[in-house]
C-alpha cells in the first residue's frame, strides 16, 4: 500500500468494526422497490441513507421526490480546479423469494467464514455504504475531498427505473459533472479484479393468456375448450429454435456483431467451464450456436422465461381447466437493439403463436438500452491503476450479461461518460437466496475508492 494513503487506510482500519456493525443495520431495511407493500421500506432505506451522508459531512443531502421511491442526491464542491464526478448506486434490493431456501431471513444478516449474508449485502447496499465510507473517511481524516462529488442513490433500480429519467431530465443543470461512476458491478470468475467495460440492455414484460372466465371442472370440460396453460407452454416453445437463437422476426435485425477485437479479448479471458457448471450445479451448457459460453452471456442478445405460473399449485390434486396462465419474460439486449422495438417484435411473434380459443396479451413492464463503456479513457485507465495497487493485480475488462439501465440514461440525458467500478464477488449470488459479499473485497474496494477519488483530481476539468 502507498505511504500516501497511510493516514486514510489506517482510519479505515481503526472503523472496520463499527462500519460493519452500521451495515448490517442498512442491510435489516427490506427495501424491495417492485412489491408496493415495502414502498415504505424504501422511504426508509432512503431516509437511513440521508442520516449517514450528513454525518460524514456531506451537503445538501436531500430526499428527492420522483413519483415513487425518492432519489437520495447529497454532495461536496469545495475542490476548486478539480473535476466533478457523479457517484451511482441503488438501495433498493430484489424481492427474496424462494424464502425456504435461505439459511436465515433475507433481512436477518449473518457474518459468516468471511462473508455477510443478507439480500443487498452485494447488490447494492455494499456500494452505497462503501461510498459513505470513503467520503466519510477523507472529510474525518484530512478535512477535504480532492474532488468535486455529487451523490446520486436509487431506489427503483430492481424494479426498471420507472422515474429515474424523468428526475434527470429535470435537474440535468444540478446534476452536471465530468464523469459518472457507476458502483453496481463486480469481479470476474475465481474474484479476479475486474473492470466491466459492457452492459446489455433489458426488455421486460408479462404474458397472459385467457380462457373461460373460471376455472372449469377438467372432467366436464376436458377435450371441449383451449387449456390457457398448455397454450402458454406452446407459446413459450414456439420463442426459440432448437439451436438455442430467438425465433422472434426481426429480433437480431438491429444487433451490432461483435468484432474480432472483441471475441478475442473474450477468449482470452480465463474461464473454465467445467468449474462454471459445478459452481451452478448443472452438467451441461446450452445457447445460441456459433458462440462461447462468455459470448452468449455477455455480448449476444437473450431471451428467457423468468416466472411461470397458472392453475392449481397446492397439495394433492385438483381436477380443473386453469381459467389463465401466466409468464414473466426478460429479454437482454446488445447493441443497438432498442427495448421499445423488441417489445414489438415479440408481441407480433405471440400474437402469431396464439390460437383461436383463448385471449392473449403482453404487458411492457419495463426496458433499458444497453451500455459499451470506453476501455482507454483516463478514468478508466485510474481505475485500473487503483485496483492494482490495492487487490495486487491488473484487473480484467469484461463484458457482463446484467443491465443498469442508468448508464445509458447518464450518457443520453447528461452527457456524461460513465465508468463502472464494483467489487461484487462473482459468487454473490445476487438476485438469489444467500446472498452475500466477501468481506475482503469489501475492505480493500473501500480502500480502492479512496485512492481512485484522488487519482481522478489529475483529470481536466471540464465543469462551468
Known sequence: MSDAFADLDAHVEANAAARLTDFLELLRIPSISALPEHAGDCRLAASWIADRLRSAGLEHVELAETGGSPVVYADWLHARGAPTVLLYAHYDVQPADPLEHWVKPPFDPRVEDGHVYARGAADDKSHIHMLISAAQAWLAVRGRLPINLKFVF?????????????????????????LAVVSDT???????????????????AQLDVRGSHEDLHSGGYGGSVRNPAT??????AGLHRPDGRVDVPGFYDDVRMPSETERAASARLPFDEGEYMASIGVDALFGEVGYTTLERRGIRPTLDVCGL???FQGEGSKTIIPATAHAKISCRLVSDQDPQRVFAQLQDRIKALAPEGVRVTLTFINGGLPSLMPTDHPATKAAARCIEEVFGRAPLYVSEGGSIPVTASFGSILGLPVILLGFMNPDC????PNESLRLDNWEAGLRTTVRYWEALASLPDRTP
Open 309 to 311: 405460473w397458472g392453475g
Open 429 to 432: 449470488g445476487a438476485h438469489a
Open 154 to 178: 436509487e431506489g427503483e433500480e430492481e424494479s426498471g427505473s420507472a422515474n429515474l429519467d424523468r428526475w434527470l431530465e429535470a435537474n440535468q443543470a444540478r446534476l452536471g459533472a465530468d
Open 231 to 236: 397454450v402458454l407452454a406452446e407459446i413459450l
Open 186 to 204: 463486480g469481479f470476474f470468475e475465481g474474484n479476479l479484479p475486474a473492470i466491466t467495460t459492457g452492459l446489455r440492455g433489458m426488455m421486460y
